[in-house]
């Protein structure tokens, strides 16, 4: 496994619920009372497997052993009972050997239940074969051959080696049938039988009791071991897991950054002893703040992890991979130059490329998961770099790679020279960037930002009959803020979101002082409408500033394509019902799509002003009147922007358009300026009467 890649964090944690469940299993099994100690199931199926060895050499020794003694037993057959010499040589002596053999083979092969079963058939053909031998023979001195049985059953260790269960079945059996065979024989005196049977029963007692304590001993023995095994290896696992989660990543089980940098280090002082070629990547997912406004946190951390699951399978033995801050990882590859460091980096965009994930708010032409990459590395032979002066190239170079487009690998192990600086400035705007997006979350929560309102009036002039709200920044350090960075930089922390809101709702309970005729104008991203719930929070905000709904244009930005289903339909719905107008802005120089027009529940279309800058007014005229009457088609009014010459109002007019908005006609003014306005107009709507009689 490559190194930095976690195992399969579900199978070790099934492995340690395991783990732990048989622990209580064996501490239920050793507190249970009883005068035998029970085992469960799952503790029996591991005693039988830990003791399979030990027990088939076990039950061979007490096959030989039973052998060699059923083998000497001859004599005492002899001796006693003459007339069955011949059977009794064939059964110890040829026969006995032979079976004996079979059952040596025999228990190498059966399981567990199926050897002690061959064993207590044995111990059967022990005790049948001279049963059948006494009732055949008619010597005198067969009465004594009882006696001189047990003797067999002592030295034999016949009840030893069965399990106690077992045992107690053959001993049972054994002093059954032969007591019953005595008694049937009819040549033995009462007494002398029950002599025999009292022998009989005495040493198959003591040989049961001698079986039932060593087993007992024996399985108490195993469950303390397997017990202290257990816990040791419960304390073992809980010290991975302790290491585990101070080295691993919790989301995406690869290292974290405090393994990575630890590993890291060790890697590159073993390379200045051998002066081997290593190659380090940084990689960052494309767009992926806008991913999580648009999908949710949940499907964001899912995206990571199958992202990093498409790295690791890319890693080879020896290398590194870690993550290496919130949407960052980072990859190690020693032995490797900057040829093949180059060519792995660009297999790993590859492999997250393959993995086709839907991501359509990222803005750009592709429509799924990609990720950017910077290369440094450290060539053969050369004195090496620290690990934060490689780390800084290979970050300069993913800096880089984003810049260029992003989706693509940039090589940062030469940059010098007119490179360098041009790489250098790459950073350098890179880092503006993120310090201007910590300035708005600054501002944002201080309040900071501010509201201008630009009016918009009917073509044919006369009173505005709304104003569209526009948020300024002017930052303590640098100034006025251009709107085009506010929102990207809003974008790119992903707070598209917050800002839409703040704005929303300070434009109406600004908007709720004005005249009811007048309506009120907000831009809203396609990502805030992407967003789930965004309808409803829309209601809450009108509710709490009092604004009617109906006086509430949003106006959808062209910025990057729309989805018209899932959380899209559900937000239009919903505020169709609530009664607020839904305006598509920027037409003409957005992700223009016909079926925005079909299937948005649209009030206006707003015309971008990049159709004033056609060139000769003939051209610019029909491109006017066709928009126009595309939207008139669809029942919308329509808005032309960009109105900052008499002539352009002219143009309106004349190609049809509804209503107009530039600065030739108002520019964005304070909310003060508005009800100043808004007032006088009133005041002098009041007066016109008397004076037009």
Known sequence: MPAGAAGDPTAAGREARAGAALLRTVEADLAREGWRLHFAPVVEARYESDHREERVAQLRRAVVVGMLCYALYVLADLRLMPDMAEFALVTHIAVAPALSCV???????????????????????VVAVPAT??????????????????????????????????????????????AALMLAKGTMPAAVVAVDVLVLVLVSLFTLLGNWRGEQAHRRAYLLSLLEQLRAQALAAE??????????????????????????????????ASRAPLSVILLDVDHFKRFNDHYGHLAGDECLRVVAGALRDEMEAGDLLARYGGEEFAAVLPGRGARQGLAIAQRLRRAVERLA?????????????????????????????????????????????????????????????????????????????????????????????????????????????GFEALVRWNDPERGSVSPAALVRAAEEAGMMAELGRWVLRRACQEARHWPAAVRLGVNISPLELMADGFGAAVAAILRDTGLPPERLLLEITEGMPLRL????AENCRALQQLGVGLVLDDFGAGYCDLSYLRDLPLYAMKIDRLCLDLGEDERVLSTLRALVALAHGFGLRVVLEGIETAHHLALAREAGCDQVQGFHLGRPMVAAAVRRLLDGEAATADRAPSGAS
């Open 239 to 272: 010290k991975v897991a302790l290491t585990s989660l101070s080295t691993t990543d919790a989301l995406t089980g690869v290292a974290n950054r405090r393994q990575f940098d630890a590993q890291f280090a060790a890697l590159l002082a073993g390379r200045e």
């Open 565 to 568: 289903d899932g959380a899209v």
């Open 133 to 178: 031998e006494f009732w055949l023979s008619d010597s005198g001195l067969a009465v004594f051959y009882p006696i001189s049985f047990t003797l067999l059953l002592i030295f034999g260790g016949t009840t030893l080696n069965l399990r106690f269960g077992w045992a107690v079945s053959f001993v049972a059996a054994a002093v059954a049938g032969l």
């Open 103 to 125: 059952a040596l083979w025999l228990l190498g092969v059966l399981r567990a239940r199926w050897r002690e079963a061959l064993l207590f058939l044995c111990m059967v053909l």
């Open 357 to 465: 994930i839907p991501h359509a708010a990222r803005g750009d032409a592709l429509p799924v998961v990609t990720v950017s990459l910077g290369v440094a590395s450290q060539r053969r032979g050369l004195r090496g770099l620290s690990p934060s002066q490689l780390l800084g190239r290979a970050d300069r170079a993913l800096y880089v790679a984003k810049e260029g487009g992003r989706n693509r690998v940039a090589d940062g192990s030469n940059l010098s020279g007119a490179r360098a600086q041009a790489d250098e400035g790459a950073m350098a705007a890179l880092r503006d960037a993120v310090a201007l997006t910590a300035a708005l979350r600054r501002a944002l929560a201080e309040d900071a930002l501010e509201l201008r309102f630009q009016p918009v009036l009917p073509v044919g002039g006369g009173l505005p009959v």
